[in-house]
């Protein structure tokens, strides 16, 4: 038996995920049971587990059908996107790396552009395919520019910001010669949940659940990315390797993520931050801790999106941005504050 | 099985430079070898060989294995100049030379228990709540040696331990190292007071523009024309009553 004196204290504690589990359940039951039609919190939480006394009718299909999948499409998005987030921020030892810096939110934004023009604007059904598509192939192609994997982390996150220019002109040439789809183009850059259906979360669902499954296995090896890869080598990690894996994961959350809700902003830089200025922990193994709050930030963003002007809808993207922006300084100062 | 670390013929290039030309030497384990010779003579460049990281041309065996990219070996390894993570704790830090034995999962009570005593050894017990950027270059050091000493390697590869260090601190990072080869750990240490070498290593390898132009006892080595050859005879060697040889610019001898 190993007493406390002879032992030093466990690095990552378990109540930091549980209670962001339990944040994450109540702010999306809140989320289901407001709206335009408010339904009472204990009806709804009695519908999802199906207990005697759940609700039938208009209420039981705004429930299950409407709102559920929206914020359960927030959840997968809010999570991908923040983890992704944290990821490459370790990856390219970059505080200020978001999930969009190798191109992908370009090269979605020029798929998503491509798939309104081919269909007149009015068919929504190819976007997020094309999307994907987009955001996949502009990341690669910035793994192959930059030569050899990983040989300059540095020289991967110039030739993103160079495809990403790239796709960003084409896309907006695109979008002179076709006005029509300027408005179209512009409110899915602002990104939005109203796409959300039971089809749009089963397929979402699969990715998003493959890439943080790989992630989380990982998230320990990630933490020696942050030594040089000497030490991280003869820790006993291959930094190249995982350096791809992790990249590779991260990517297909992110363009998974895109292609569901447009581009949703600042949730992949202030999630991580938040949770690891509240917690005081940096390391990876917060990863699951983090993808929880993000996931309650994203439903809670559109939750303000759907009800604060209601009946319009906001952008979800100004919401985590007007919210998240100011609390982001607030945690930074603090943080600041009790480093120095 | 050969209980050596046998290197035959290693070349490293970069680019069309020849870093390390043709090195042939053979390191027991259980030993401590230092590599001492000026700065530019390829000391880290072998070091980085000896982990495994760098592309090489001839052959570097331990136990009979290659080690290029070889990932079944237990070796530490502590830079001169670490990358210092942003926001990690000392006890995170040590705590990644765990990770492996802990198969990448949370850490063990054994391993924490492990931990404790290396924080105790190391003078860092009561700062594993710091954040290692806000070390000072001495416990910074101290922080590395311990995420070593937490891995349990077999072979330790050091890049001038000393370096940042004063003379209490250099003495006690020494003493630790020490501590390792007398539990078996074989030591490999790049150093640039030749003094120091004398008096810690087994064996001592003098190295100058990429080649080895010594490799031996440290008591031969030390008294042997090579090693003042080695630095354009610019040092003088001394011997103190107690036996012990100093080793001192020469200040006269400016070509």
Known sequence: ?340 | MSDHIQVTDLTVRYGDQTILNDINVSISHGSWTCLVGPNGAGKTTFLKSLLGMTPYSGSIEDKGKEVFKNHQRNVAFVPQNPQIPQGMSVAEYVMLGRSKKDGWGNESAKSRSFIHDVLVQTHLYGMQGNLVSHLSGGEMQRALIARALAQEPELILLDEPTSALDLHHQIAVLNNIELLKERGVTIISTMHDITLAAMYATQIVVMHQGKVLLSGLAADVIHSPELKNAFDNRISVYTLESGRPVIVASKDEVL
Do not use: C
């Open chain 1, 1 to 340: 038996m190993i007493t406390q004196e002879k032992s030093i204290a466990r690095i990552w504690n378990w109540r930091i995920t549980a209670s962001a589990a339990f944040v994450l359940l109540i702010v999306a039951i809140f989320a289901v049971s407001l709206g335009p039609i408010n339904i009472d919190f204990i009806e709804v939480f009695k519908t999802l587990f199906h207990l005697p006394g759940h609700a039938t009718g208009q209420n039981q299909t705004v429930i299950l059908q409407l709102r559920l999948p929206r914020v359960i499409l927030g959840v997968l998005v809010g999570a991908a996107l923040a983890t992704s987030g944290a990821v490459y921020q370790t990856v390219f030892h970059n505080p200020l790396a978001d999930p969009y810096l190798l191109g992908a939110a370009s090269g979605a934004g020029l798929g998503a552009t491509l798939a309104l023009i081919s269909t007149h604007g009015n068919s929504y059904a190819l976007l997020p395919i094309f999307s994907f598509i987009g955001g996949v192939l502009a990341v690669l192609t910035s793994f192959f520019i930059s030569g050899k994997f990983f040989a300059e982390p540095n020289t991967l996150l110039l030739s993103g910001i160079a495809v990403g220019s790239f796709a960003t002109a084409i896309q907006t040439y695109l979008q002179q010669r076709h006005s029509a789809v300027l408005r179209p183009v512009y409110s899915w850059i602002l990104g939005d949940l109203t796409s959300a259906s039971w089809s749009v979360v089963a397929w979402s669902s699969v990715y998003i659940a493959i890439a943080l499954f790989i992630l989380f296995s990982v998230s320990k090896q990630l933490d020696g990315l942050m030594l040089s890869d000497e030490e991280a080598f003869s820790l006993g990690i291959n930094p190249n390797r995982l350096r791809i894996m992790a990249v590779g994961a991260a990517t297909l959350a992110t363009a998974t993520a895109v292609s569901a809700s447009g581009l949703i902003g600042f949730v992949g830089i202030v999630v991580p931050h938040l949770v690891r200025g509240i917690t005081r922990r940096v390391t990876n193994r917060s990863l699951i801790t983090i993808a929880l709050t993000g996931a309650a930030f994203l439903v809670l963003a559109d939750l303000g999106a759907r009800t604060l002007l209601s009946p319009a809808e906001l952008p979800i993207g100004v919401i985590t941005a007007f919210v998240g922006a100011p609390f982001f300084l607030f945690v930074l100062r603090n943080r600041r504050k009790a480093g120095s």
